[in-house]
């Protein structure tokens, strides 16, 4: 059983920037694959962008080239550094790691205001 718990959430205006963290009940290298979910108000929860076990990343066009996925091995936590950021990133962050199952955390709110 994988535990991930998010941290670093907040109210943040826009042009801002935040750091959210996600650290893991396993050694990361167990896992296969990690990255970040959101869900706004109303929406369905889409995927931000994941990070490899060889720390190779990908992002969805919304956030490319302002978030940044990275992970610390020794401390087994991946992190989402959110720059840039707009009204419209407000959500609920999801930490996802995929072994055979997926697993997820319990969220942590993002706001930003204009």
């Known amino acids: 059983q994988v535990q991930l718990v998010e941290s670093g959430g907040g109210l943040v205006q826009a042009g801002g920037s935040l750091r959210l963290s996600c650290a893991a009940s396993v050694n990361i290298f167990s896992i296969n694959a990690m990255g970040w979910y959101r869900q706004a108000p109303g929406k369905q929860r889409e995927w931000v962008g994941t990070i490899t076990r060889s720390s190779s990343t990908n992002y969805a066009g919304s956030v490319k080239g302002r978030f940044t996925i990275a992970r610390d091995n020794a401390k087994n936590t991946v992190y989402l550094q959110m720059n840039s950021l707009k009204p419209e990133d407000t959500a609920v962050y999801y930490c996802?790691?995929?072994?055979?199952?997926?697993?997820w955390g319990q969220g942590t709110q993002v706001t930003v205001s204009s």
């Open positions: 996802w790691g995929r072994v055979i199952d997926d697993y």
